[in-house]
T-cell receptor, first 111, second 118 residues
Framework: NAGVTQTPKFRVLKTGQSMTLLCAQDMNHEYMYWYRQDPGMGLRLIHYSVGEGTTAKGEVPDGYNVSRLKKQNFLLGLESAAPSQTSVYFC??????????FGPGTRLTVL | AQKITQTQPGMFVQEKEAVTLDCTYDTSDQSYGLFWYKQPSSGEMIFLIYQGSYDEQNATEGRYSLNFQKARKSANLVISASQLGDSAMYFCAMREPTAGGGADGLTFGKGTHLIIQP
């Protein structure tokens, strides 16, 4: 089992460019999440999904869109990247309220 | 107001000593969950331990235990017999019930940077 994987691991964008971050899990988890982590901060929830075809907003959803077309994948999109979106992005998944397993993170820099 | 407060930005501890990392939380819900994660310098988030608000016993996982004091709204992590490999950032987090039920995202504190000295 690979667990939770994220693609890419690193990315540099210019302001205004778009990109999609991919999260994949092979644990058959229903629930998936996208968080961002800024320096000196804990993680903050961007969007989440309670199952295939569903998405919901978290604490900091502005500037991001998500899709869950397949149960195992959760995509995070930035339509027009801004320097304020420079961050480390983590994906997580679970089938239980008692844990969340995290991916290794994607380090995004927007110039 | 912060929902999760970790008052120790950094701690230095001698190897083999026990460590207590503080966490207080703020919620008006009766049903909630508390988590601790470890983030080493490599950056990944490692799940350590979970405590449910209705769990009667304090959670334990190997060298990790959670000192849960519900009335004081505290959920301190205790690491027994610390090791050099315990040096990392430690985050306390809370799950509160919303429409998502068990799918709720976590709210994190700002973390404590723990350094174990030989």
């Amino acid at each position: 089992n690979a667990g939770v994987t994220q693609t890419p691991k690193f990315r540099v964008l210019k302001t205004g460019q778009s990109m999609t971050l991919l999260c994949a899990q092979d644990m058959n988890h229903e629930y998936m999440y996208w968080y961002r982590q800024d320096p000196g901060m804990g993680l903050r929830l961007i969007h989440y999904s309670v199952g295939e075809g569903t998405t919901a907003k978290g604490e900091v959803p502005d500037g991001y869109n998500v899709s869950r077309l397949k149960k195992q994948n959760f995509l995070l999109g930035l339509e027009s990247a801004a320097p304020s979106q420079t961050s480390v992005y983590f994906c997580a998944s679970t089938n239980s309220g008692r844990y969340q397993f995290f991916g290794p993170g994607t380090r995004l820099t927007v110039l | 107001a912060q929902k999760i407060t970790q008052t120790q930005p950094g701690m230095f501890v001698q190897e083999k000593e026990a460590v207590t990392l503080d966490c207080t939380y703020d919620t008006s819900d009766q049903s909630y969950g508390l988590f601790w994660y470890k983030q080493p310098s490599s950056g990944e988030m490692i799940f350590l331990i979970y405590q449910g608000s209705y769990d009667e016993q304090n959670a334990t996982e190997g060298r990790y235990s959670l000192n849960f004091q519900k009335a004081r709204k505290s959920a301190n992590l205790v690491i027994s017999a610390s090791q050099l490999g315990d040096s990392a950032m430690y985050f306390c987090a809370m799950r509160e019930p919303t429409a998502g039920g068990g799918a709720d995202g976590l709210t994190f504190g700002k973390g404590t940077h723990l350094i174990i000295q030989p």
